[in-house]
């Protein structure tokens, strides 16, 4: 079956760091997306990794290893706005749809 | 500018009574979705479609019916056979060549049942 596992909930404080782990089992893999998801509002996207390795985008990065079924989102310098549902998704093998974890929700406190 | 809309942003309806949601994207992408998200469970495909008169079922298709006339355009209903609609409703979709990676969100629509 299709199985993507993240931690319900993180807490933070403003400038630190914090690392969003992701754990995958499906039947196929095209790619692996993070997004990022404000309450009431639709995700927005964050990164894409199809690759092993590690994508930065500004204070956002995200780590992929196929071998592991695992992914991390590590989110630098951390800002009172940073404070929203991280979505971790799949591709699967037919190459269109999303399947998606549960979500995490952090909290940066000040 | 380009981009997915959705209408309305809230929607209430009673018992019994089918809805239907709006989907419209001008971003010529082929492939639409419609997701489903309730609170601590993710978002759940209801249906997507990749071409024009063409569309399958997702995950949790039952009660649910859709429509790909035009490939601006893809409405979802929901049907009185749906037994807990209340929820937040996201359409999306995703382009081919360089912008095949990104999947595109609607501003969603929550609906209510009365």
């Known amino acids: 079956g299709q199985n993507i596992d993240q931690p319900t909930e993180m807490t933070a404080t403003e400038g630190a760091i914090v690392q969003i782990n992701c754990t995958y089992q499906?039947?196929?893999?095209?790619?692996l997306f993070w997004y990022q998801q404000h309450a009431g509002e639709a995700p927005t996207f964050l990164s894409y990794n199809v690759l092993d390795g590690l994508e930065e985008k500004g204070r956002f990065s995200s780590f992929l290893s196929r071998s592991k079924g695992y992914s991390y989102l590590l989110l630098k310098e951390l800002q009172m706005k940073d404070s929203a549902s991280y979505l971790c998704a799949v591709r699967d093998q037919a190459g269109t749809a999303l399947i998606f974890g549960k979500g995490t929700t952090l909290s940066v406190s000040s | 500018d380009g981009g997915i809309t959705q209408s309305p942003k809230y929607l209430f309806r009673k018992e019994g009574q089918n809805v239907t949601l709006s989907c419209e994207q001008n971003?010529?992408?082929?492939?639409m979705y419609w997701y489903r998200q309730d609170p601590g469970q993710g978002l759940r495909l209801i249906y997507y479609s990749q071409i024009v008169n063409d569309f399958q079922k997702g995950d949790i298709a039952e009660g649910y019916s859709v429509s790909r006339e035009k490939k601006e355009s893809f409405p979802l209903t929901v049907t009185s056979a749906q037994k807990n609609p209340t929820a937040f409703y996201l359409c999306?979709?995703?382009?081919?060549?360089?912008?095949?990676?990104?999947?595109?969100f609607g501003p969603g629509t929550r609906l209510t049942v009365l």
């Open positions: 499906t039947s196929g893999f095209n790619g």
């Open positions: 999306a979709s995703i382009g081919g060549g360089a912008n095949y990676n990104e999947q595109f």
């Open positions: 971003l010529n992408h082929d492939a």
